[in-house]
């Protein structure tokens, strides 16, 4: 809109005398310009407000649109935020992989290794029967089918039987390792021994090795695992949905690879809009503060995390100085003022299973034989029984919260008292502990998974 002033009135005798002191005609003309720039201004300042506030509703409308369901209004409760995460935990990502620089295949007698995620055909000193040390590495394996079954034998559904409901726990996706696990430990005493140790041989990849792996995080394999695990339940339970409109609430903990893997499992099972079919709650995960949490049982019980329930570290510790004796006998004299011992040699055998994962190739696999791959996944066995399953004092107490959870979504009632870990405040609401669905998706951790299914409920 364009203004102009308009020209001063002409008056045949003034209504004001003209004299020094008083208005005079040139006084007025400046007031009315006066009023002229003050009314541009004015404008100016509202158009202005106007702008940033249009800028503001847009920022904000992004904000929201981070959130799981882009319609979700500012008010939405915390336990369904997914973006920006509340308690992520470490987060720290490792080195970007360069695979088709770093693996040494084809190997000596294979001509030709078709493109793969991980390179898994590493020769291995004593693999007659052309066996897979990555299905040898416990729960740091890539997922993998069971060759051989899970104990029973399969058969058709019954005639006159249906399938009318599904109750899934689900692990997250592999992943860096834990902080301040073995793998990282190695990684800390090689750095130390920068100039102090010289490696020899089998081990000489150390002189130019670093460690380069992150913490606690997918890798990416491990969100590729969970997306092909949704996709595959869509095929064997996707009837189950009902696709009425209504969505579903599936449940997983604040820790990044929890949130994450539950949601590569939703995007496999109902695809990138899966916000449309599915609500996502979020269990607070922290070693701070008293946080109730089935998916999460071992911070509610103090004596899961102290010697009580160590009994399975202990039997490791043992284990591995008998199974890996050799080992460390063989490596030791590769690595003059480095003073390998049997722990070394079981850090290096997670860190072959945790860079395979993360990078697709570790020179670490090939150190060892395939009867000392058995130890290790022996090793694994009984760090479990010892630490989360049936011979620890407070294992199957950490998981029985789980249990009461899924008892009570096959009776159709809430809960309503606290038991164990249960969270009293989601699961005493069908808001957030649904009793009417035909699929409930949880995701937890390997441990909280054994000691759920330690319960003799399973």
């Not at 799981?68 to 995460?85: K, L």
């Not at 089918?145 to 039987?161: K, M, R, W």
């Not at 390998?340 to 860190?351: E, F, H, I, K, M």
Request: hydrophobic share 35%.
């Amino acid at each position: 809109m364009r203004t102009r002033a308009r020209p001063l009135p002409r008056y045949e005798s003034s209504p004001l005398p003209i004299r020094s002191g008083l208005i005079t005609s040139k006084t007025v003309f400046y007031l009315q310009l006066l009023l002229f720039g003050g009314a541009v201004i004015f404008f100016m300042m509202i158009y202005t407000s106007f702008i940033f506030a249009a800028s503001a509703s847009l920022i904000g409308a992004a904000a929201v649109d981070r959130r799981q369901g882009a319609s979700s209004a500012a008010s939405e409760p915390d336990y369904y935020q997914t973006r920006p995460e509340l308690f992520p935990g470490p987060t720290p990502t490792g080195a970007a992989p360069f695979l088709a620089e770093t693996n040494p295949a084809p190997f000596s007698a294979t001509s030709y290794i078709p493109n793969t995620p991980l390179e898994t055909q590493v020769p291995i000193s004593g693999n007659t029967n052309n066996g897979n040390i990555f299905q040898l590495m416990g729960q740091l394996s890539h997922y993998f089918p069971n060759p051989i079954g899970f104990g029973v034998d399969e058969y058709s559904l019954p005639n006159g039987a249906e399938i009318v409901g599904l109750n899934m726990l689900s692990r997250h996706g592999s992943r860096y390792p834990t902080t301040g696990s073995g793998a990282y430990t190695f990684g800390q005493k090689h750095l130390n021994m920068t100039g102090k140790a010289n490696y020899t041989g089998v081990l000489s990849f150390l002189n130019t090795w670093t460690y380069q792996l992150g913490a606690e995080i997918l890798v990416p394999v491990g969100k590729q695992e969970l997306f092909d695990s949704g996709t595959l339940h869509y095929y064997e339970y996707g009837h189950l949905y009902n696709n009425n409109g209504s969505k579903i609430i599936a449940r997983s903990t604040t820790q990044d690879r929890m949130t994450q893997s539950a949601e590569y499992f939703l995007a496999g099972f109902f695809g990138l809009q899966w916000t449309q079919n599915a609500t996502l709650e979020l269990m607070i995960e922290n070693t701070t503060g008293i946080w109730n949490n089935t998916l999460a049982g071992y911070d509610n019980c103090n004596n899961s995390n102290t010697g009580v329930s160590a009994g399975g570290t202990n039997a490791t510790k043992e284990w591995y100085g008998i199974y890996l004796a050799n080992a460390t006998q063989r490596l030791a004299p590769l690595a003059p003022g480095f003073n390998w011992t049997a722990a070394d040699s079981y850090n290096a055998q997670s860190l072959c299973a945790y860079e395979t994962v993360a990078f697709g190739f570790s020179n670490f696999c090939g150190l060892f034989t395939y009867e000392e791959w058995e130890g290790y996944e022996y090793s694994v066995d009984i760090s479990f029984a010892g630490n989360n399953m049936f011979q620890s004092p407070t294992g199957r107490a950490v998981g029985i919260g789980y249990v009461e959870e899924v008892l009570a979504r096959l009776q159709k009632h809430v809960i309503d008292v606290p038991t164990a870990q249960i969270n009293v405040t989601f699961d005493n609401n069908t808001v957030t502990f649904p009793l009417n669905q035909s699929l409930y998706f949880d995701f937890s951790h390997d441990s909280e998974f054994v000691r759920v299914c330690s319960n003799s409920v399973f």
